[in-house]
């Protein structure tokens, strides 16, 4: 079964408790239905519910229940649960809001868990319920029975630290970004890997320190096509930062954020969408491929780098869905996806300390590795 934490209640008991009066002016949303994917020893549901605030007076969450479509309970979070896997986005150009007042939109990241894909539901509904008693029931959806993509690793053989996720915590999972004259927030990062290079050791750089970007094991290391694809879109000419926190050698923008980026489409997704592959923080000068070109799986594309938003010499790799390759980066849906082949070797000491599901040590075939883990790529295995 699922990891069940906090306060649990039925459907029943929670129409019991609720006020006998006028239905909350609350909308309760999944923009983004889930996808099943092996990660961590488990198989995994990853997804946003969205609590938006339609009234005029400000609401506290106090419990979101999820349950599958025949009512049964499949995971319950209380108050301080909440409180640690939610973000609250206001309206544009209002102060960040510290609380659901009017007009804000909780975005509460779920991250459920099972033993076996038989127990997994089909179809996901939530019961929310408020300081005060009143309750909500809705954001149904259901679970998209696709397979995942199998991809070759991003970057060449050797030790790998895998950084900022996937995990239901890390900075990409929580990154909700609205672009442009975007309403609803989209999470192109909620599968991202930060890829950094390790030695023996476990190092990322050779003076212990990485002051230079050229002390990077992974500096000027190669990135490869996943898979046959085409290359949607190509950004160079952004130089690479020097390594630490808010040495950026460009303001950031949405246009620089990324460094310089390929995107490569792997095909037809759901429906209309195409799935697509973005390659961030390329070494300048690096890339040598160019939009339209065909490339095959392992192709050499450019080097790893430090351009962009990043604090030191590493690959951010992410998979989306998108309706086409100019939203893909950003404007999108991050999907799961898993590798062929790796071998965990080791773990992220903290993360172990912290009680994090990890990967188990030896080869891996098919499964999308997590934040923490620190896996050996050979091409040849």
Request: neutral net charge; charged residues 20%; proline residues 7%.
């Given at each position: 079964?699922?990891?069940?934490?906090?306060?649990?209640?039925?459907l029943?008991?929670l129409?019991l408790?609720?006020?006998?009066?006028?239905?909350?002016?609350?909308?309760?949303?999944?923009?983004?239905?889930?996808?099943p994917?092996?990660?961590?020893?488990?198989?995994?549901?990853?997804?946003?519910?969205?609590?938006?605030?339609?009234?005029?007076?400000?609401?506290?969450?106090?419990?979101?229940?999820?349950?599958?479509?025949?009512?049964?309970?499949?995971?319950?979070?209380?108050?301080?649960?909440?409180?640690?896997?939610?973000?609250?986005?206001?309206?544009?150009?209002?102060?960040?809001p510290?609380?659901?007042?009017?007009?804000?939109?909780?975005?509460?990241?779920?991250?459920?868990?099972?033993?076996?894909?038989?127990?997994?539901?089909?179809?996901?509904?939530?019961?929310?319920?408020?300081?005060?008693?009143?309750?909500?029931?809705?954001?149904?959806?259901?679970?998209?029975?696709?397979?995942?993509?199998?991809?070759a690793?991003?970057?060449?053989?050797?030790?790998?630290?895998?950084?900022?996720?996937?995990?239901?915590?890390?900075?990409?999972?929580?990154?909700?970004?609205?672009?442009?004259?975007?309403?609803v927030?989209?999470?192109?990062?909620?599968?991202?890997?930060?890829?950094?290079?390790?030695?023996?050791?476990?190092?990322?750089?050779r003076?212990?320190?990485?002051?230079?970007?050229?002390?990077?094991?992974?500096?000027?290391?190669?990135?490869?096509?996943?898979?046959?694809?085409?290359?949607?879109?190509?950004?160079?000419?952004?130089?690479?930062n020097?390594?630490?926190?808010?040495?950026?050698?460009v303001?950031?923008?949405?246009?620089?954020?990324?460094?310089?980026?390929?995107?490569?489409?792997?095909?037809?997704?759901?429906?209309?969408?195409?799935?697509?592959?973005?390659?961030?923080?390329l070494?300048?000068?690096?890339?040598?491929?160019?939009?339209?070109?065909?490339?095959?799986?392992?192709?050499?594309?450019?080097?790893?780098?430090?351009?962009?938003?990043?604090?030191?010499?590493?690959?951010?790799?992410?998979?989306?869905?998108?309706?086409?390759?100019?939203?893909?980066?950003?404007?999108?849906?991050?999907?799961?996806?898993?590798?062929?082949?790796?071998?965990?070797?080791?773990?992220?000491p903290?993360?172990?300390?912290?009680?994090?599901?990890?990967?188990?040590?030896?080869?891996?075939?098919?499964?999308?590795?997590?934040?923490?883990?620190?896996?050996?790529?050979?091409?040849?295995?």
């Open positions: 079964m699922t990891r069940a934490l906090g306060v649990s209640a039925s029943a008991a129409a408790g609720a006020r006998m009066n006028a239905p909350l002016p609350v909308a309760l949303d999944v923009p983004a239905a889930p996808i994917v092996i990660t961590g020893g488990t198989t995994a549901l990853v997804y946003e519910l969205h609590i938006s605030n339609l009234g005029t007076k400000p609401l506290r969450l106090e419990r979101i229940d999820v349950q599958s479509g025949d009512s049964k309970r499949v995971a319950s979070y209380n108050r301080r649960d909440i409180e640690r896997s939610v973000k609250l986005i206001g309206p544009r150009g209002a102060p960040a510290s609380s659901l007042t009017p007009g804000t939109r909780a975005v509460f990241f779920a991250w459920l868990t099972f033993d076996s894909p038989e127990q997994m539901p089909q179809t996901l509904v939530h019961a929310v319920v408020f300081s005060g008693g009143d309750s909500v029931r809705g954001g149904q959806t259901s679970v998209r029975a696709e397979q995942n993509p199998v991809l690793p991003p970057v060449d053989d050797g030790d790998w630290w895998i950084a900022l996720g996937p995990s239901s915590t890390a900075d990409h999972r929580r990154s909700a970004i609205r672009v442009g004259d975007d309403t927030p989209h999470l192109a990062q909620r599968f991202a890997i930060d890829w950094i290079k390790m030695d023996a050791k476990g190092e990322y750089a003076d212990h320190k990485g002051r230079r970007n050229e002390d990077w094991y992974g500096y000027g290391e190669a990135v490869r096509a996943v898979a046959d694809a085409r290359v949607d879109a190509v950004s160079e000419g952004i130089p690479d020097t390594p630490g926190e808010n040495s950026r050698a303001p950031m923008t949405v246009a620089t954020v990324l460094g310089n980026y390929v995107v490569l489409d792997l095909g037809a997704g759901n429906g209309p969408m195409h799935r697509y592959v973005t390659y961030c923080h070494k300048p000068g690096s890339v040598q491929v160019h939009p339209g070109d065909t490339v095959h799986r392992g192709q050499r594309l450019g080097l790893i780098g430090n351009s962009g938003n990043s604090d030191g010499p590493h690959l951010h790799f992410h998979v989306t869905e998108a309706a086409d390759g100019t939203l893909a980066p950003l404007r999108s849906e991050g999907v799961p996806f898993v590798l062929d082949s790796f071998v965990v070797i080791n773990h992220d903290e993360r172990v300390s912290s009680g994090a599901r990890l990967t188990a040590p030896g080869l891996q075939r098919s499964v999308l590795p997590v934040e923490g883990d620190v896996i050996r790529i050979n091409r040849g295995r």
